[in-house]
């Protein structure tokens, strides 16, 4: 027997560039998926930043959703050589991955699995790793995310 599955797939982009001046992780405009109740998903941000030196990233997958269990994961890098963060990995929504601060032109990328408790969105989230000028998401980031059946 041939098992055939018809994926569920959503693809946002970033369309206008995200600033954030604080520490406080923020919402990244364009970079949201909605999610069923009981589903499980992998998704996968691909995050083209700037900032300041002295301010860095920091990044979070959040939203209205709530989960049974999550895990994602934040690699960096600068000019092409990955740099390390203060966090990798986490366990719970909201919560912050990525935080660097010696980068101007990160290359992030998040990726992660999520089950799903009660339906809602899931959103990328951006900030300053230290409140010293503006950190940017630039346009032609993405978020994917998958239904796994």
Do not use: C, M, P
């Not at 912050?96 to 601060?101: K, L, S």
């Amino acid at each position: 027997a041939v098992r055939q599955e018809i994926q569920t797939v959503q693809q946002t982009r970033v369309s206008t560039q995200y600033d954030n001046t604080t520490t406080t992780l923020g919402n990244v405009t364009g970079l949201t998926a909605n999610v069923a109740a009981s589903g499980t998903y992998r998704f996968e941000a691909i995050l083209y930043t700037t900032s300041n030196v002295g301010g860095g990233v920091k990044f979070a997958i959040a939203g209205t959703a709530t989960a049974t269990a999550i895990v994602y994961e934040s690699v960096d890098f600068q000019g092409g050589v990955a740099v390390a963060t203060g966090t990798q990995r986490a366990a719970a929504l909201a919560t912050a991955v990525g935080d660097v601060t010696a980068v101007t032109t990160a290359y992030v990328r998040v990726t992660g699995l999520i089950t799903v408790n009660a339906a809602g969105t899931l959103t990328v989230q951006a900030a300053a790793n230290i409140a010293v000028g503006t950190t940017s998401v630039l346009v032609g980031s993405t978020f994917v995310v998958n239904q796994i059946l």
